[in-house]
Nanobody
Framework: QVQFVESVGGLVQAGVSLRLSCAASGRTFSSYALGWFRQAPGTERDFIAAISRGGGNTNYADSVKGRFTISRDNAKNTVYQQMNSLKPEDTAVYYC????????????????????WGQGTQVTVSS
């Protein structure tokens, strides 16, 4: 089982950078592919970024490609999301998630593939 503690998001101005982190409990962190999702008010939760178990493969939603970077530190049981050039439309509750993956290479781009979720953290970007 994996339990996450997410870092606090916050209120930031458009154009700045923010890094989110999720620290996980458990001794099998490296067995899980990881992802970030977000949910804006009145919308469904959307995929943002995913990283493979080994960290060598990533993929991103088109809306954040080139601005957001997902990374992981298996020694610290932590996944990060560096968010640059933030826009008001990035305002949402952000969730980290973990899903079992049979290989170190595959990422998991679909919500149903994730079993464990962080509690969510609010990021608000003002214009």
């Amino acid at each position: 089982q994996v339990q996450f503690v997410e870092s606090v998001g916050g209120l930031v101005q458009a154009g700045v950078s923010l890094r989110l982190s999720c620290a996980a409990s458990g001794r099998t962190f490296s067995s899980y592919a990881l992802g970030w999702f977000r949910q804006a008010p009145g919308t469904e939760r959307d995929f943002i970024a995913a990283i493979s178990r080994g960290g060598g493969n990533t993929n991103y939603a088109d809306s954040v490609k080139g601005r957001f970077t997902i990374s992981r530190d298996n020694a610290k049981n932590t996944v990060y999301q560096q968010m640059n050039s933030l826009k008001p439309e990035d305002t949402a509750v952000y969730y980290c998630a973990a899903g079992l993956s049979g290989t170190v290479y595959y990422t998991l781009p679909n919500e149903y593939q994730y079993r464990y979720w962080g509690q969510g953290t609010q990021v608000t970007v003002s214009s």
